[in-house]
């Protein structure tokens, strides 16, 4: 692979052993891609942050590299473990969290700015059109892609670290214009909202795997559909870009030549959504925000559950910023009163939720859906909130 001269004084050491081993990282996976360059990025958002997922291994990793890298560009982190804040109170153990705290603290070090979400793009962690980034949270890829056009592979939680640190990424898969081409056409011939698009796109992920989907809608989605839609993509399948037709800013250019065309039912959106259920009992824990709500969802929970109290638990998992907009709008406060709780930093797939004595997770995400049962070993049911959230 070329470097160039200032990449391969990194690459020798010259600016400090934590650059060099992140070179030699971006390099290893530049080779095994066959890639020819480096390209410079504009942005980094880093996963491999929660304890549950990394362990001591990942914590040592992070310490070791915060003890003199700091990153290039603009980053944030993916969620952690625990709420930062109110962990406590939640019922998390004071040994986890103190390794889960160590982690975030040695990310901060290297400058990475800790808001811990899987939806930087609500706080600010917004690349422009075409801008070559490197993210790893494969929901946030997917709206990367997709909704703005930037371009990042699925880097993994390393790989984007070490972009971070070097400001650069290998230049291969999607930063190139011939990845970004559709492979399958999928007509949904239905009325489609809110989690239907998740169920879509766990029907539509299974099927293209880590192929282009392009979408024909018959309704217009919202920013917040976008991003469920892509979670679910990208965690049934591998997908790391989509396109909607007369929506996504690259749908004009997605369509090359003839694509395998398939279309979609109402009766499939369905089965699917039935699919995504591994039991028919009643959650006794609702948990909301995969990905990280955006301040539109809490306003419709806090809607939905304003003056009334719900009788089983509630979590709402956000970022520290979104919340504090919710703050101020005054929906927490109607969250909390309804005896639901907002959860910042965190989310019921990368938390220890199994340690909490919970027994069956409801969801509104098929992110979420897929997730639970293998991470966290518990059933999950999946609908809309407001068919999960009972009342006294
Ligand atoms: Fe985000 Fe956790 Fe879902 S990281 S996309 S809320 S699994």
Known sequence: MYLTKEEEKMYDGEEGPAVAKCMEILVALGNIYKVEK????????????SYKTIGDAGLEFVEELARDAHVRVPSTLNPAGVD???WRELGFSEEFTRKQLK???????????????????????????????????SSAVCYANSVLGARTNREGGPGA??????????????????????????????????SDYGALGYLVGRKVGDGVPYFKLQNLPSTDELKWLGAALASSGAVALYHVEGVTPEYRTALNGEVEHVSIERSEIDEA?????????????????????????LRKIAEFVVDKKIKNQLWVCTS????AAADRMGYTQVIENAGGKIVCDTCMVVAPIEELGFDVVGVDSAKAANYVPNMCGMDVVFNDFQKLIEFE
């Open 38 to 49: 480096l390209v410079d990025i504009t942005s980094a958002q880093i996963s491999g942050v």
């Open 84 to 86: 930062l804040k109110t």
């Open 103 to 137: 982690i975030v603290e040695a990310y901060q070090k290297m400058g990475i700015s800790t808001t811990c979400t899987c939806t930087p793009y609500l706080v600010g962690n917004v690349p422009v059109f075409g801008s070559h980034i490197a993210w790893s949270e």
């Open 161 to 194: 670290l070490a972009a971070a640190i070097c400001g650069k990424t290998a230049e291969y898969g999607y930063h190139l214009d011939e990845a970004r081409k559709a492979c399958l056409l999928v007509e949904v011939d239905a009325d489609i909202k809110n």
């Open 273 to 297: 959504r039935q699919k995504l259920s591994t039991t028919d009992k009643k959650p006794d824990l609702v948990c909301l925000g995969c990905p990280h709500s955006s301040l539109e969802d």
């Open 320 to 323: 520290i910023s979104v919340k």
